[in-house]
């Protein structure tokens, strides 16, 4: 039996997917306008424009609702780096062009919403178990995103996953800075530097090892 579709034309799976996104995107807001202390159910309803029994059946706890978002954050920040895969690629230097992106992506407000629920975390053993169930696989994500560029079409990526994690380290070292310095022509002076000794270790892990040489048999 086909679904039933509203007046709108959406069927009942249609819509309740949408009133989610809705509570998602709401939440994720009120993380970057209010942190954690601030994002409340009933502020997000109330940005999100839907019901608290709306909210209720879609995530019947505060904690629900913060997992979700998690998960929401990590997918956010994936489908922005993918969709500038292809410019990157296609740069004059995708390595550079990475490093840049990898930056970008940890000044973006999705990172800040993130950031928002780490610190959280740290005293709130519920939170601390769900973001620890979430964060490594976003951070697995990105760091195969790294590690594909670095490496083109060599069939051995771990020396170049390590490389990825270092960057995306650094990069997350220095914005943590950036909280509590207001001088972004500061952060970025940081940054560049960082990421003139990132760039040095990266090229100096894309040199192929030669071939070793073979003495012939009888040669001096």
Not at 75 to 93: G, K
Not at 194 to 202: D, F, S, V
């Amino acid at each position: 039996m086909p679904a039933r579709k509203s007046k709108t034309g959406r069927t009942q799976q249609e819509r309740s997917a949408a009133m989610r996104q809705r509570l998602l995107d709401a939440t994720v807001d009120c993380l970057v306008q209010y942190g954690y202390a601030g994002t409340t159910t009933t502020r997000v309803t109330e940005l999100a424009g839907v019901t608290r029994g709306a909210q209720v059946h879609h995530f019947p706890t505060r904690a629900d609702l913060v997992a979700a978002a998690a998960r929401h954050l990590a997918t956010l920040r994936m489908e922005l780096a993918t969709s500038r895969l292809d410019v990157v690629r296609d740069a004059p230097d995708p390595i550079d062009a990475t490093l840049d992106l990898v930056w970008e992506l940890h000044l973006d407000p999705i990172q800040h919403a993130t950031v928002e629920m780490w610190i959280a975390a740290r005293t709130d053993p519920e939170l601390r178990e769900k973001m620890a169930a979430v964060a490594p696989v976003a951070r697995e994500d990105l760091i195969d995103f790294c590690a594909a560029i670095f490496a083109d079409h060599r069939a051995d990526r771990g020396p170049y996953r390590r490389l990825a994690r270092t960057c995306l380290d650094t990069a997350r070292g220095i914005a943590l800075l950036g909280l509590s310095n207001p001088d972004t022509a500061q952060l970025e002076a940081w940054w560049q530097s960082a990421k003139t000794g990132l760039r040095q270790l990266i090229d100096a892990g894309l040199v192929q090892p030669s071939e070793p040489s073979v003495r012939m048999s009888g040669a001096r």
